[in-house]
């Protein structure tokens, strides 16, 4: 059983903030500065280059850790060890996904994805397109529709589990097989799944998954991004950008490329070390719990959230999934005024975002929110819709980032 008190006693909260966003950037891990202050000054500072060989936590070299650390991210997504590397941002691991899996459906030329889909994949899938210039089409559907558009034309279904905006959830394991039936290939997106809600990427028959670490991982702003490559692909698969790290022997220094083996060849460059040590931080957590008792956790958390501000605030619409099963682990309502109302709340220690046109979303992580912060922030977004202490100039100005 996880002691979701004591996880949360090993997160940072800031005084009075009541945290519903780590489904964009996961708080801080206490141990996290001692960890990286070490990294810098025994390992960076001491060992300067020798690092690579000797440096990291368990002294087993910096060079082995985008693969080391991605086993316990991998446990968490149902991966079989040894099949996922972390590295490059996710955005770069979309582009390194989608362009090894097409090569392995080279008859066809149709990119399957849906409109919920995170623009950056979408743009990610464009440029590809356009840089191949070989007829590729990117047809985007609406999220119901997908099951439908998987014709024998797709080549590679590219979706992101659940939708950054609603929190509506895909069912996985059904459009995998339903791809595999027609001869596609797939790609997920598990930028809102790793950590929130139980993925078996192995069970499911999974071929490439993507994901990153700043969000309900708690990596920390910036931190590697993850690729997965189901064990059947792992030594077919071209990783589309060769870089040195994941040729078959970087330190032979040869002119030309050859794959390194399995997800070794999905490495691109020199790993980010200091982000990989408060990484490190954050999986000790991690370690603590099972996805099991995170997903009940989080579905009692949502769905008391949802009943709380639907007793309270009739002015805003539900537009996540009602039923929990479909939903991941954010809830999101519509609300004309969503942005303003946004900054209010901030101003007020309830930090939630704001996504285009109208969306106020709050992110639900049980290792560090509890039932008590959620009573606590539906009480404070009553007051402020029902007073409409949002409607002031100074809530309605945008800064760059919502
Ligand atoms: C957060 C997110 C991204 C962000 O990509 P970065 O390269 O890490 O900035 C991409 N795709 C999805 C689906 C996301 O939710």
Redesign the pocket.
């Known amino acids: 059983m996880t002691d979701f008190a004591r996880t949360k006693a090993l997160f940072h909260m800031p005084e009075g903030v009541i945290y519903l966003d780590g489904n964009s950037l996961g708080p801080l891990p206490k141990a996290a500065p001692a960890r990286m202050t070490q990294a810098m000054q025994d390992e960076w500072g001491e060992m300067l280059i020798t690092g690579w060989n000797r440096g990291g936590r368990d002294g087993a070299g910096w060079m082995a850790q985008p693969v080391s650390m991605a086993d316990r991210i991998g446990r968490l997504i149902g991966a079989e060890p040894g099949h996922v590397v972390l590295g490059d ?3 770069i691991k ?1 582009y390194q996904a989608l362009a090894a899996a097409l090569k392995m459906v080279p008859e066809r030329r149709v990119i399957l994805s849906d409109n919920g ?2 623009p ?2 979408l743009y990610m899938a464009e440029g590809l397109i356009g840089f191949l210039d070989k007829g590729y089409e990117l047809r985007v559907v609406a999220p119901e529709e997908v099951e439908e558009a998987l014709t024998e034309e797709v080549a590679v279904m590219m979706i ?1 589990e659940v939708d ?1 905006r609603t929190g509506r959830m895909h069912d996985m394991p059904h459009l995998i097989s339903k791809a595999h039936q027609v001869g596609a290939l797939t790609v997920w ?1 598990l ?2 799944s790793a950590g929130a809600v139980p993925v078996d990427l192995s069970g499911s028959n999974a071929d490439f998954a993507v994901g ?1 670490t700043y ?1 309900y991982l708690n990596g920390g702003p910036g931190s590697p ?1 993850f690729i997965y490559v189901a064990p059947r692909h792992a030594e077919t698969a071209a990783p589309a950008l060769s870089g040195w790290l994941g040729h078959e022997a970087p330190f032979a220094f040869d002119p030309s490329y050859r794959p390194g083996a399995g997800i070794e060849r999905m490495r691109v460059g020199t790993p980010p070390v200091l982000a990989l040590a408060a990484l490190e931080c954050a999986l000790d957590i991690w370690d603590m719990t099972t996805m099991a008792e995170i997903r009940a956790a989080s579905i009692a958390l949502t769905d008391r959230f949802i009943a709380g501000i639907e007793a309270a605030c009739p002015m805003l619409t539900l537009a996540s999934p009602r039923d929990a099963g479909q939903r991941g682990s954010q809830v999101s309502f519509r609300f004309a005024d969503g942005y303003a109302a946004m900054q209010a709340l901030i101003a007020r220690g309830v930090i939630g975002d704001f996504r285009a046109p109208d969306i106020m979303r709050f992110g639900f992580t049980p290792l560090y929110i509890d039932e008590g912060d959620v009573d606590a922030a539906v009480a404070i977004i009553a007051e402020v819709m029902a007073q409409k202490l949002w409607d002031r100039p100074e809530y309605r100005r945008r800064s760059r980032v919502t």
């Open positions: 941002t996710l955005s979309v889909n995170f950056s994949d992101t950054y997106d930028a809102h990153c969000k991004a």
